[in-house]
């Protein structure tokens, strides 16, 4: 017997019935976006490894330790390509948007689904595939545009039952606004050399911003000390900072200035913000994003502004289950107990038009060819399957041109029969007595 593979450290299979958990969000998620009239967008998975490097920046953790990279084979002029799994999906979007223009006729609402991928240490939340979900507003300058990517996501949250999450909201300013702040970060950082751990002490020259999104517990009193960015901002800063407070307040959205909130890309400007858990342990942060309002120059495009989030599935379904929220399964309305195997061109010829009309039908199937296992068990399956009703193609019944149906779960309705007889005469009006409606789940 051949060696058994396995799948890649990190890299999970999502299998039923787990996976019916993700198709329920993804189906909220779509419709919400749909509300907010934010259109879907798919980029590649593999990018040049430039645009990563030029868009999250050079000095960050992703492109410095995270990336998948690799040199691709040569062309048939002798060149290679650097490509790169991507890690995020903003500068793929950006690269997208760049590309092909989008931003022509004025500005656009997107938003995306789909894996990314960082080489790191695998733990709860936290995998080397992993999946967001993420919503862009590009070519909008405005703080109410920030405010309703917020807004955006708090729905979300109502939508899929989650309550225990904090926004935490902060303003990075402008260029010239950080640089002088960055100044007096460095000099204060200086100031307390001996303090500061490997990690920060590289970053000092480099980018002292992120010394600030530190999680070493040692340094948290050195950092709580620092110069504050917000004491930086100037007027028109501020005034886009207290759009967005007053658009959230408006709203009765709860919100915390956080002032070492910085992210950890550095592409972000002006507005930054959280949506975080205590019910996850270190991976708390179960949304994050802000503006990046320099970002589509950078990759090549026209100078445009930008705000984006981006959730992640798996952080986000461990905290349905941690709140002991219950995702409704997705379970066949119908399954078909069938006696006998004679009978199965029939009973596949009322099954379609029974799909034809909207019904998720279970048909039992057997291993043996030539027999489809006892009533019995048949029944057993067809409990365990979690359909409401069973159609049984008995032989008697099929003589009279018929099929009974049999609730097999919810209060009685049918004429309070344990079975009622359907005409196969009329199939197409059996779909108003099956399952729950007539649309396809």
Request: net charge neutral; glycine share 8%.
């Amino acid at each position: 017997m051949a060696e058994k593979i396995s799948a890649v450290k990190g890299m999970n299979d999502i299998l039923p019935p787990e996976s019916a958990r993700w198709e329920w969000l993804e189906q909220k998620v779509r419709s919400l976006m749909s509300r907010y009239a934010y259109r879907n967008i798919r980029t590649p998975i593999l990018e040049h490894t430039q645009l990563f490097i030029r868009g999250i920046g050079e000095v960050t953790d992703i492109v410095e330790k995270e990336m998948y990279s690799f040199e691709d084979r040569s062309d048939k002029h002798g060149d290679h390509s650097h490509l790169t799994m991507r890690p995020e999906n903003t500068a793929s979007l950006v690269r997208a948007v760049t590309e092909h223009n989008l931003l022509y006729e004025g500005g656009k609402r997107l938003y995306y689904m789909g894996p990314m991928f960082r080489r790191e240490r695998p733990q709860r939340g936290r995998y080397r595939q992993f999946h967001q979900i993420g919503a862009e507003a590009l070519g909008y300058p405005g703080p109410e545009v920030d405010a309703e990517l917020i807004l955006l996501a708090v729905a979300l949250w109502k939508e899929i039952g989650l309550t225990d999450w904090r926004l935490e909201i902060n303003s990075l300013g402008q260029p010239a606004e950080r640089a002088a702040h960055r100044a007096q970060l460095v000099s204060y950082f200086e100031q307390h050399a001996g303090l500061l751990d490997e990690d920060s002490t590289r970053r000092l020259r480099s980018n002292p911003l992120r010394i600030l999104d530190t999680k070493n517990p040692s340094m948290q009193a050195l950092v709580d000390g620092a110069p504050q960015l917000i004491n930086f901002l100037g007027a028109q800063s501020l005034a886009h900072f207290d759009g967005l407070k007053a658009v959230l307040d408006a709203n009765k959205i709860d919100w915390t200035l956080n002032p070492r909130l910085v992210r950890g890309l550095d592409y972000y400007n002006l507005t930054v913000f959280e949506f975080v858990t205590e019910r996850l342990g270190a991976q708390g942060t179960i949304c994050a994003g802000g503006r990046y309002d320099y970002l589509i120059e950078q990759v090549g495009g026209k100078p445009a502004p930008a705000v984006g989030w981006a959730l992640g599935v798996e952080r986000v379904l461990d905290l349905i289950r941690e709140q002991g929220h219950l995702v409704p399964p997705l379970t066949p309305d119908v399954y078909a107990v069938i006696p006998n195997a004679a009978s199965l061109p029939l009973v596949m010829q009322v099954l379609q038009v029974l799909r034809d009309a909207g019904i998720s039908i279970h048909m039992h199937t057997s291993a043996s060819s030539d027999s489809m296992g006892s009533v019995k068990s048949q029944f057993k399956k067809a409990d365990a399957s979690g359909a409401l009703f069973a159609l049984i193609f008995g032989e008697s019944e099929l003589e009279q041109r018929s099929v009974a149906l049999k609730r097999l779960r919810g209060s009685p309705s049918l004429a309070g029969e344990a079975q009622t007889l359907l005409p196969l005469d009329d199939i197409a009006s059996w779909a108003h007595l099956l399952g729950r409606g007539t649309t396809p789940h």
